[in-house]
């Protein structure tokens, strides 16, 4: 059998030494653990962020591997740290949004409070749950101990409200919003392909950009020219082929996007 | 037994390939090493955070576990290649002043120079240490080479001394410095939890902002408020709930922070 | 034996999920492969600094190990994906001149197109191979399948032409150019040790500034100043004692060098 496997995925970069302790931590009281970053450049405290990330990371992860995220700008007031089981895997963070999108795309099987102190480190700091709830909980889980132990099962999670939906107008006509603009500049929105119908030519429109077709791929523009498509993720995105459509069309998050076919 | 891990912290970046090549060298030389990295984003030249990265990470892992650490601007010059015993685990690294706050916090248990070429790649350049000599020398280790044959026992290592003391000025009075802003803007100062009296009020003066209690955790303040709190590794901080502390102050490392109580 | 290694090179950076769903691939298929980051900070859609980064990390892993790199601005488009054995290695990658600087210095052995579904996912999207191509077909290889039944044997790759090569004026006289600014500044030229005649005074110009020496080390100069050296991958490099040689002397990738001795 091949050693368990935890994931780390946090706001704390690359520069301080947050992460790091954490797998100190792990391999302590796992020292058989591997240890595989999914990203530390989640913008700090951006839970919304952090959210899209899990949802875009973790489902690909062979069942039952354990995910540490942490993001959490409320660590230390009454907000709960969770062992949550959702897309067959096991995700140890604080209950404040952070599975928003994981769970809206797969099934949440089951939630626990972590409460128990053989979960943790001996003494728990109210700024880092990181590195003694977090981390301690995913190692004493990758040792074998069963999630059920960890506390008290919970009925829900939170949720982001913030985050938009989009909105089926009419037959034909959606209304959506930029969630997401990655390294490249690419401005991903909340659509998913099942709204569109994409047999038909779809017309979008974003800031002052009026893009009359739907390409398969960046390459299909002509260079520097903006273009939509269905992402790798299944999601309307807006891009530039060979650039940043970010920068060069002045749109980010929270920016309104118009379909219609 | 598990197979041994090696740590890597350095100020090379993630777009280099610096600390990949070392990486290849302890695998071809350790093949069953376990490669974790412990952060590579440490400010280039920057021994000083270097020094505050390993303090606040080695700390926490198994001990024995062997730490490769290169911030190293004098590549090359006489300064020593060293491996370290402290803190229970192992040091590679350049004798610059990088396990000043390690060894401040940690018995310095051992140190000798890195002197037998059985510890190096068969050619050492004078500009990359970090792969001709650090990597190897870990790896070697790893494999089961003793410490003891690294070289000639040293009686001290170099430490930082521009690195601010805080100064009792008197019972109730103490004189710091920050020393760090991490990545969300926190100030962490050099003022240990045990040279304050927590049960008293404490008054923290820094630049124009003066702070009449010590709050437990970030959340405590109001949003966008700036608060001082005892941080995760217990010396005192100055945060903004929410926010950067760094930027909505106009502080950084080397403004000095005034506490009375 | 010890468990397969498969490393990741990468522009997607450490803030999206992209290397993070790549590495939940490559488990999926090989529960037991050891991955190595060796940076994800290439610049988005530079080949040529991807093609910079393998020439200096691939070639110091043991032989055999399998390299999975992506920057891939033509993905989808008609560019292939590949597998090579090239320095005792494997790659998998586009074929878009990543391998450009592997190759020069480093014998191609062998290089296929992938085209064998076996090696892919069972959707591939047309906008992200390095989930859906690259990373399994790595960790196929790791799992044990041939190289060979990757796909159709090809003759050739792709090359960079954009790539300057220096020219050899007339004994005495080179002409190259700078092709790469690291983290620390330090700039990086194609003109290789063996192209100079160490032995005697070689002059340096690059933008205004004259160089009368080679040094050996950073610190060889006075603090702040200028120098010229042969780096650690043997190519001349120029830089600035404790300072970044970019900044300072205005100059970055394409600006030309003149060496005269």
């Known amino acids: 059998m091949v050693a368990p496997v935890i994931t780390l995925t946090t706001d704390f970069g690359d520069g301080d030494p947050y992460a790091a302790?954490?797998?100190?931590?792990?391999?302590s009281r796992c020292p058989e653990a591997r240890i595989v970053d999914l990203g530390h450049g989640i913008q700090p405290r951006d839970i919304m962020e952090g959210a899209l990330f899990l949802a875009g990371a973790v489902?690909?992860?062979?069942p039952g591997?354990?995910?540490v995220a942490v993001v959490d700008p409320g660590v230390g007031t009454d907000r709960l740290p969770i062992v949550a089981k959702a897309a067959g895997q096991i995700v140890v963070c604080p209950d404040n949004g952070l599975l928003t999108l994981l769970t809206h795309l797969h099934t949440l099987e089951e939630v626990r409070a972590i409460e128990n102190p053989a979960f943790m480190l001996d003494e728990v700091?109210?700024?880092?749950h990181g590195r003694d709830i977090f981390a301690p909980a995913a190692a004493t889980i990758a040792s074998g101990k069963n999630v059920e132990e960890a506390g008290t099962l919970l009925n829900a999670i939170e949720l982001l409200d913030e985050l938009p939906r989009p909105c089926l107008e009419e037959e034909g006509h959606v209304e959506g919003a930029?969630?997401?603009a990655d390294r490249f500049g690419n401005l991903i929105t909340n659509i998913h392909r099942s709204m569109l119908n994409e047999n038909v030519a779809i017309t979008t429109r974003v800031g002052d950009t009026r893009l009359s077709t739907l390409l398969r791929t960046y390459g299909d523009a002509p260079p520097n020219e903006a273009l939509a498509l269905i992402g790798s993720s299944n999601f309307l995105e807006i891009a530039i082929n060979g650039g940043s459509a970010r920068d060069r069309l002045?749109?980010?998050?929270?920016?309104?996007?118009?379909?219609?076919w």
């Open 65 to 67: 591997t354990i995910h």
């Open 59 to 62: 489902p690909y992860f062979p």
């Open 250 to 260: 002045g749109l980010d998050r929270g920016d309104s996007v118009d379909l219609r």
């Open 178 to 180: 930029i969630i997401h």
């Open 125 to 128: 700091s109210p700024t880092f």
């Open 21 to 27: 302790a954490m797998k100190g931590v792990i391999l």
